[in-house]
């Protein structure tokens, strides 16, 4: 049995290995931490809230009794209702027109008619100025999706002018959460299509990215696939349990999520699992039931009594425990 590190031992490293050196500089990495007691599973997802906040990241979180993790679109809005998305498209918005134009001081003085008066341009002519520098800068971006990129035009152009556009905009905002009943509200925004599985991944490494050039940092997700190793209870309780199939599809997810760091930008995402997770007998619901991920994550050379604090599957405890030399747990 691998020896355990603390939690705070280990959320010392993620500050300082990945969150203010290679995630920062656009690097991704897929991290399970198995914690040794429930309530451990609580504190670590607190610290990397508070760590995330420490470090300029945005922080957002998914567990599975109330969110359907292995459905990568839910999990998608589930991150959408997290974020302040006007807020974000007023810091890139200014990020654009600072050195080529003046600006108003505050949030509450940017609008059309003030950057106008300050540049001493016609709205008209400001408006075309600030669409040309949103089509130079976000438009060609390609890291991102289209579908993502041109929502987020709408967002940007929504925090200076008119009402009609505001409503456009929050029919994307809708769109992104998963909640917008009737998608012919985007055709001025030329978007077409829903967020489903077939493109909600990208728009996880489309946002991870958008928040890189809005904010200087990046995304930490957590993920409670605790649920996941939890059997179906006789009386309902109003939140969600999973069959054996979706249990497989969950980890699929997380596969995939592994395969792709490549292709992501500035995420760095946490999956908490319980001790049940690593039980090699459990081929129903233990990682064992699923040898794509597995291999991946699994630790077949360690040590019993270092833990390895990079190694992409973290057991944690509030007590160390290493293992003797009889294999025995301490």
């Excluded at 355990?4 to 897929?30: M, N, T």
């Excluded at 200014?94 to 341009?121: C, I, V």
């Excluded at 438009?139 to 967002?155: K, W």
Aim: include cysteine.
């Amino acid at each position: 049995m691998p020896a355990y590190l603390k939690p705070q031992d280990w959320l010392s490293v993620v500050r300082k290995e990945y969150l203010q050196d290679f995630i920062r500089e656009g690097g991704a990495s897929v991290k399970f931490v198995v914690p040794a007691e429930e309530f451990e599973a609580e504190e670590i997802k607190r610290g990397l809230e508070k760590l995330a906040g420490e470090t300029g990241f945005h922080f957002a979180s998914a567990d599975a009794a109330t969110t359907k993790i292995h459905l990568i679109e839910q999990l998608f809005y589930e991150i959408a209702r997290q974020l302040d998305w006007d807020g974000l498209a007023y810091k890139f918005l200014r990020r654009s027109l600072e050195g080529h134009y003046k600006l108003p001081d505050t949030r509450e003085q940017f609008n059309l008619k003030n950057l106008a008066a300050l540049n001493e341009y016609e709205e008209p002519e400001m408006r075309i100025a600030v669409n040309r520098s949103l089509r130079q800068g976000l438009f060609h971006d390609y890291a991102m999706t289209q579908e993502f990129r041109r929502a987020m035009i709408q967002l940007c152009q929504a925090q200076i002018v008119s009402t009609e556009v505001s409503d456009i905009c929050n029919a994307v905002k809708t769109w992104l959460r998963g909640e917008l009943r009737q998608l012919s509200a985007l055709k001025p925004a030329l978007i077409f299509q829903k967020i489903g599985r077939h493109n909600a991944r990208h728009l996880i490494f489309s946002l991870s990215h958008w928040l890189r050039i809005t904010s200087g940092s990046g995304l930490v997700l957590v993920l409670d696939i605790s649920r996941y190793l939890q059997e179906r209870p006789k009386e309902p309780d109003g939140t969600y349990y999973y069959s054996t199939p979706a249990v497989l599809d969950c980890y699929e997810v997380l596969r995939q999520f592994i395969d792709s760091t490549d292709e992501s930008e500035s995420l760095f995402v946490v999956v908490l699992a319980p001790v049940r997770f690593l039980d090699e007998g459990d081929k129903r619901r233990g990682v064992c039931a699923y040898d794509a991920l597995k291999l991946r994550i699994w630790d077949e050379v360690h040590d019993r009594k270092f833990a390895n604090p990079l190694s992409p599957l973290i057991r944690v405890s509030a007590c160390l425990r290493t293992t003797n030399d009889k294999g025995v747990t301490q």
